[in-house]
C-alpha cells in the first residue's frame, strides 16, 4: 500500500474560497501545494467547481477531512469513503488526512472532541483506519490533535498517539502548534513531545495561529498569526528529523493573500536554514 511521504513538498496553504480567485489570476509563487477539507467541494458545481478544477489542475492537493469521526463509535461512514476516493481520483489529489478524535455520537456534534486514551481506543480507531486505508488503497496521515480535556485517560497523550500510528500502520500528519497548545494547556514539555514522534512516518506538518484565554489556557483557533514559539519548535522538528512539507493553515481572520504568503515565505526560510544546516553536518 502506497505510503504518503514525498508525495508534495515545500511549503503550502490551505485553500479558501475567499482567495480562490487572486490565487487563479496571480499564481501564489512560493505555495508547492495546496489542502482543502473535501467535505467543503465535494459536491460545490458551478462557478466555484470550475474554479477548483482549476486549481487542482495547476497545483498538487492534500485533502484534509474534517467529519470522518475516525474515532466514534457509530458505525464507519464507508459511502463518505467512497465518494472521497472518486474525489480524490477526479482531480488527482495526492492524499488523505484525519484527525484523531471524533464529532458525531448519534448525530453530528459540530467539534473535535478527544479520544479517550486507553489500550481499547487505540484498538477500536486503529481498526476503523484501517478500514478507511483498505478502501482508498493508500496510506493516510493522522494527526495529533488539540484537546482541553482527557475523560479516562490510562495512558499519555504521546504514547496513544503512537500506539494508534503503529497500530493502525498509517502515517502522520504532525501537527506543531497543537503540541505548543497541549504543551502550555497540560504543562509537558513541547520538545520532549517532539522526540517520540515516529519520524519515518511523518508526511507533512501544520502549523497555525492560536488564541491566548491565559497564561495557561491557549485555544487551538487558527484565527492568528504565528508565534515565535512555534516556529521555533518547527525548526527544533526540521533538526531533529530533516525537513520535511509544511502547511499553513488559516481558518478565521483570514488576512490578505500577501500576509499569507509572508508566513509561507517563513516556513520556507526556516526550511532553507536547517536544509543547509543538517546537509553541513553530513558532508
Known amino acids: 500500500m502506497q505510503h504518503t511521504q514525498n508525495l508534495v513538498h515545500d511549503a503550502g496553504l490551505g485553500l479558501r474560497r475567499s482567495f480562490i480567485e487572486e490565487a487563479i489570476s496571480t499564481p501564489l509563487q512560493n505555495v508547492s501545494f495546496y489542502e482543502v477539507a473535501p467535505e467543503n467541494w465535494m459536491t460545490i458545481g458551478g462557478k466555484l467547481g470550475k474554479q477548483f478544477r482549476e486549481m487542482t489542475e495547476r497545483h498538487p492537493f492534500i485533502c484534509h477531512g474534517l467529519s470522518l469521526s475516525i474515532g466514534s463509535t457509530d458505525p464507519l461512514d464507508e459511502d463518505f469513503v467512497r465518494n472521497l476516493k472518486n474525489f480524490m481520483k477526479q482531480h488527482q489529489i495526492k492524499f488523505y488526512s484525519e484527525h484523531l478524535s471524533y464529532c458525531s455520537n448519534q448525530g453530528h456534534l459540530y467539534d473535535l472532541m478527544p479520544i479517550p486514551f486507553t489500550s481499547e481506543a487505540v484498538l477500536h480507531v486503529a481498526k476503523r483506519i484501517q478500514r478507511v486505508q483498505d478502501i482508498l488503497e493508500q496510506k493516510i496521515a493522522i494527526e495529533n490533535v488539540s484537546y482541553y480535556a482527557a475523560p479516562g485517560q490510562e495512558m499519555t497523550e504521546i ?122 553536518l553530513s558532508a
Request: proline residues 3%; hydrophobic residues 40%.
Open 159 to 280: 504514547d496513544f498517539f503512537n500506539a494508534v500510528i503503529a497500530e493502525a500502520d498509517c502515517d502522520v500528519l504532525l501537527d506543531i502548534n497543537n503540541i505548543y497548545v497541549n504543551s502550555v494547556n497540560h504543562q509537558y514539555d513541547a520538545e520532549q513531545f517532539l522526540q517520540s514522534i515516529p519520524a519515518e512516518r511523518i508526511s507533512y506538518a501544520h502549523i497555525a495561529g492560536h488564541y491566548v484565554e491565559a497564561e495557561d489556557f491557549l485555544v487551538d483557533t487558527h484565527g492568528a498569526e504565528v508565534i515565535d514559539p512555534v516556529w521555533q519548535l518547527l525548526g527544533k522538528a526540521y533538526q531533529l528529523y530533516g525537513v520535511f512539507p509544511t502547511l499553513l493553515e488559516r481558518d478565521f481572520n483570514i488576512p490578505s493573500v500577501a500576509e499569507l504568503q509572508r508566513e509561507v515565505s517563513t516556513i520556507q526560510s526556516i526550511q532553507n536554514t536547517w536544509q543547509s544546516h543538517n546537509e553541513q
